[in-house]
């Protein structure tokens, strides 16, 4: 537990003076007032995030813990659980392209991001592989509906090793850091999860995952209930291991780390998202480095965001995880800070106002 409480302990706000400064300056670049958008808020906040008014990230990474859930069994989604440990290693393939066959390789070399990619505890063992972050401690967690999902030390190992993960991505040279996820039913842990923080009624915020019909999805919604009724816990830590899963829990260490090390979190789906709220609930200030990236189209993840106080960037109807919306907002946030280092000021271009 001393080893999460110094990581908590390490994370500080933004840095309202450079904040103050980028503010200022946005409003002297060579442009109508506002005129470039909500880009004009990110730049803001980038600063706020790195400590000065000429933010310049450099490099995204996109690190996807896949785990599996006990709670599948209940028949809440669309896909067997089998996919999970199938996509990890999809995630690994070698193709004509590139490394990974799945959407977030395909979408992250567009982007020069570089995919990292964990076991948090998929049901199979996997092969070795130079790129696989083998940190399970449990193939797969409990059923949730039934009983706690994960241990508290389960909870934990997967949070420091999130941390873990994080650190390694930034040490490589990121600055931007996505966390992403696979892993069949985790909409079901993640609704649970939102649910209990945000005090919602299971139907706000369950929704169909992978694309399940209305017959499944009431039952999904009957289990997020049972499992809200079957335990009180209302800490965030409790939460977790309660109602949550390992992949969770690993974003969880990811974004406490990257927050820690004042860094970008680029928030993708609504599991992600269910990681965010425990975040926020450990760490208040790690809002400040949380960037949502689009708006999903999970039912639930508008609630997540308006808790967050938080809007995305932009709206394409995805609904995968992987990190992969995430992807996809990285440019737009070197668009902004690009604002901020290279746009003249009024005065600078002796544009006359
Ligand atoms: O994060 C999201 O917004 C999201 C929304 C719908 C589906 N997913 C992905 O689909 C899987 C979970 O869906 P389900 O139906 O199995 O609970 C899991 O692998 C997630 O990565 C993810
Ligand atoms: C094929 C497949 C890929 C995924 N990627 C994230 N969740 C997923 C779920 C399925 C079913």
Same mark, same amino acid.
């Given at each position: 537990? =001393?080893?999460?409480?110094? #990581?908590?302990?390490?994370?500080?706000?933004?840095? !309202?003076?450079?904040?103050?400064?980028?503010? #200022?300056?946005q409003?002297?670049?060579?442009?109508?007032?506002?005129?470039?958008? %909500?880009l004009?808020? #990110?730049? /803001?906040?980038?600063?706020?995030v790195?400590?000065?008014? *000429?933010?310049?990230?450099?490099?995204?990474a996109?690190?996807?813990?896949?785990?599996?859930?006990?709670?599948?069994?209940?028949?809440v989604?669309?896909?067997p659980?089998? /996919?999970?440990?199938?996509?990890?290693?999809? *995630?690994?393939?070698?193709?004509p392209?590139?490394?990974?066959?799945?959407?977030?390789?395909a979408?992250a @070399?567009?982007?020069g991001a +570089? /995919?990292?990619?964990?076991?948090?505890?998929?049901?199979?063992?996997?092969? %070795?592989h130079?790129?696989? =972050?083998?940190?399970a /401690?449990? +193939?797969?967690?409990?059923?949730l +509906?039934?009983?706690?999902?994960?241990?508290?030390?389960?909870a934990?190992?997967?949070i420091l090793?999130?941390?873990a993960? $994080?650190?390694?991505?930034?040490? %490589?040279?990121?600055?931007?850091?996505?966390?992403?996820?696979?892993?069949?039913?985790?909409?079901?842990?993640?609704?649970?999860?939102?649910?209990?923080?945000?005090?919602?009624? &299971?139907?706000?915020?369950?929704?169909?995952?992978?694309?399940?019909?209305?017959?499944?999805?009431a039952?999904?919604?009957?289990?997020v @209930?049972e499992?809200? =009724? +079957? !335990?009180?816990?209302?800490?965030?830590?409790?939460?977790?291991?309660?109602f949550?899963?390992?992949e969770?829990?690993?974003? #969880?260490?990811?974004?406490?780390?990257?927050?820690?090390? @004042?860094r970008?979190?680029?928030?993708?789906?609504f599991?992600?998202? !269910?990681?965010?709220?425990l975040?926020v609930?450990?760490?208040?200030?790690?809002?400040?480095?949380? *960037? &949502?990236?689009? =708006?999903?189209?999970?039912?639930?993840?508008?609630?997540?965001?308006?808790?967050?106080?938080?809007?995305?960037? *932009?709206?394409?109807?995805?609904?995968?995880?992987?990190?992969?919306?995430?992807?996809?907002?990285?440019?737009?946030?070197?668009?902004? $800070?690009?604002?901020?280092?290279?746009?003249?000021?009024f005065?600078?271009?002796g544009?006359?106002v």
């Amino acid at each position: 537990m =001393h080893e999460l409480q110094n #990581l908590i302990k390490r994370i500080h706000p933004a840095d !309202s003076a450079a904040i103050q400064r980028a503010t #200022l300056r946005q409003a002297q670049l060579t442009k109508p007032a506002g005129a470039l958008g %909500d880009l004009e808020a #990110l730049s /803001v906040r980038l600063a706020g995030v790195f400590g000065t008014e *000429f933010p310049a990230p450099q490099g995204g990474a996109v690190l996807v813990a896949a785990g599996d859930h006990g709670v599948a069994q209940e028949g809440v989604s669309a896909y067997p659980p089998e /996919v999970t440990p199938a996509m990890v290693m999809n *995630f690994l393939a070698d193709t004509p392209a590139g490394p990974g066959g799945a959407a977030v390789n395909a979408l992250a @070399r567009t982007v020069g991001a +570089r /995919v990292y990619v964990m076991d948090a505890g998929v049901n199979a063992a996997l092969p %070795d592989h130079p790129r696989l =972050h083998q940190c399970a /401690v449990r +193939r797969g967690t409990r059923n949730l +509906r039934v009983e706690a999902a994960m241990t508290p030390d389960e909870a934990q190992a997967l949070i420091l090793a999130g941390a873990a993960l $994080a650190r390694q991505a930034i040490e %490589d040279g990121a600055d931007l850091i996505v966390p992403g996820e696979m892993g069949i039913g985790n909409t079901t842990p993640a609704a649970v999860v939102t649910a209990r923080l945000l005090g919602l009624d &299971p139907a706000e915020v369950t929704g169909r995952g992978t694309g399940v019909d209305d017959a499944r999805l009431a039952h999904k919604v009957a289990v997020v @209930r049972e499992a809200l =009724h +079957r !335990s009180p816990a209302t800490g965030p830590l409790q939460v977790l291991a309660e109602f949550g899963g390992y992949e969770i829990a690993a974003m #969880l260490g990811m974004m406490l780390e990257t927050a820690a090390q @004042r860094r970008v979190i680029v928030l993708d789906g609504f599991v992600e998202g !269910s990681a965010a709220l425990l975040g926020v609930t450990l760490a208040p200030a790690l809002r400040e480095f949380l *960037f &949502p990236a689009g =708006h999903c189209a999970e039912r639930g993840h508008a609630a997540q965001l308006a808790h967050l106080g938080l809007k995305p960037m *932009f709206d394409l109807g995805l609904r995968l995880g992987e990190g992969s919306g995430g992807v996809l907002a990285l440019p737009l946030l070197r668009a902004a $800070a690009a604002t901020l280092r290279e746009m003249r000021t009024f005065e600078e271009a002796g544009v006359p106002v």
